[in-house]
């Protein structure tokens, strides 16, 4: 009763969170794009900084940018922030339902000196909260741009290496996605916000004219901008044990999330005009030295050289005692009613035909079992490499 219930509110937060972040990354993708194309108004138009016409769904549609405001507070004003709350809010009850509920499944690293469930949990509210103390002291006290975008991508990759200590790599993954998407809503939040009511006030006070936006807000939209790909690839990660369940894993998170960073910075520069298609390159060359990295060792085919003599029924009782007492229709393991995403390998014939994804989970990486819950040793994870090479016979 209690998994069943723990699935339907994973699959609702899931849901709504996906939804809210698209509304969040959807508005934020379309303001930067807005932004950065307007052009002076020509004539020129009094505090109008920018124009852009648009046409969408069969009407033209005319922008004007009035940095300081148009002189008066408009009655009926938009703004943007229920999606990065929203957002932030579901993912934070979708981490707790999937990794603090289920901490020793999908939290915890596994092993000897594995953090406790419960030391884990801590260890990943702690994170979060240092997420945003480290980053907004660090805005404080650098005051030049470029060194403190080095100081913050040195510790976002700092981040991902070091979960990769504390938690599975799933949980690593996403803990270091986390540790961007609550630095981006801290900045919404904590400063963007309050600078915006600032500047209506001073409007209302009629000391617009001598306002200053200040460079802190400023460069922390700018963070915002390009955090926003690989956040999302960090989100979408956890359907790639090829990328978190590699020993250098943490190495591919950068060279993804500098692709991530590169693209937006290809897409920021069309947008203004001046389009440097050189960042689509890089972000490709990232991606590809991302692919050679994580290559298999096997994948020119060679296969291992003892593949003659395996003895399948080992194997067998490998599956069985490792795997099978959660990958059956009516699991052993506590907390189960059903196979895990449906994966069944309860007898021989089954694990062979999903051969393939055996290799993926438990001897190209140790995903599964996870938390290594079940103690498979290196030596049994060495007998299914082998048994896979040999052409998964069984018998
Ligand atoms: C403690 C229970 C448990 C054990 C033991 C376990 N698994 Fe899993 N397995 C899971 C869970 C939970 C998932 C879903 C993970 C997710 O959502 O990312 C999963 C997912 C998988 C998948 C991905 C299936 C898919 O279609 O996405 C494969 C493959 C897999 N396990 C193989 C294995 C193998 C091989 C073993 C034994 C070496 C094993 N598992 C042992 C719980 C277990």
């Not at 408009?74 to 703004?79: A, G, I, Q, V």
């Not at 991606?287 to 994948?299: H, Q, R």
């Amino acid at each position: 009763m209690e998994s069943y219930i723990a699935e339907w509110l994973h699959l609702a937060l899931r849901w709504l969170h996906v939804v809210a972040a698209i509304t969040w990354v959807g508005s934020s993708f379309y303001f930067n794009r807005i932004d950065r194309s307007f052009r002076p108004p020509v004539p020129p138009v009094d505090r109008v900084s920018g124009q852009l016409w648009s046409i969408h769904g069969g009407a033209i549609y005319n922008y004007s940018r009035y940095p300081l405001g148009p002189g008066y507070v408009p009655d009926r004003l938009k703004w943007s922030k229920w999606e990065s709350l929203s957002t932030w809010v579901s993912g934070a009850c979708l981490l707790a339902v999937v990794y603090w509920w289920g901490a020793s499944i999908n939290l915890v690293a596994g092993g000897a000196d594995s953090l406790s469930p419960a030391q884990a949990v801590m260890a990943s509210i702690a994170s979060i909260v240092a997420a945003w103390v480290i980053y907004d002291i660090l805005c404080r006290v650098i005051p030049s741009d470029r060194m403190l975008s080095v100081v913050i991508a040195v510790l976002v990759s700092l981040s991902v290496w070091g979960f990769t200590f504390i938690f599975s790599g799933k949980a690593a993954y996403l803990h270091a996605g986390i540790v961007m998407a609550t630095i981006m809503a801290g900045n919404v939040w904590f400063v963007i916000l309050p600078g915006q009511n600032k500047m209506l006030q001073a409007i209302r006070d009629g000391t617009i004219d001598t306002f200053d936006v200040g460079a802190d807000a400023k460069r922390r939209n700018f963070h915002n901008n390009y955090l926003t790909l690989p956040v999302v690839f960090a989100m979408i990660a956890a359907h790639f044990p090829m990328t978190y369940g590699h020993h250098y894993g943490w190495v591919a998170f950068l060279l993804l999330s500098g692709a991530g960073v590169s693209i937006r910075h290809f897409f920021n520069t069309m947008h203004a005009g001046k389009a440097q298609p050189r960042w689509i390159v890089v972000g490709l060359a990232l991606g590809l030295a991302t692919m050679v990295l994580l290559a298999p060792a096997n994948l020119t085919g060679g296969t291992s050289a003892a593949t003659a003599s395996v003895d399948v029924a080992k194997v067998g009782a490998v599956i069985h005692t490792r795997c099978a007492v959660c990958h059956a229709p009516t699991p052993s393991m506590d907390g189960f009613t059903e196979a895990p995403k449906g994966f069944v390998i309860d007898t021989l014939d089954k694990a062979a035909r999903h051969a393939d994804q055996i290799r993926q989970m438990a001897v190209a990486t140790d995903v599964m079992p996870p938390g290594n819950l079940t103690e498979m040793t290196a030596d049994e994870r060495r007998l299914l490499a082998d048994w896979i090479a040999a052409g998964a016979p069984t018998k």
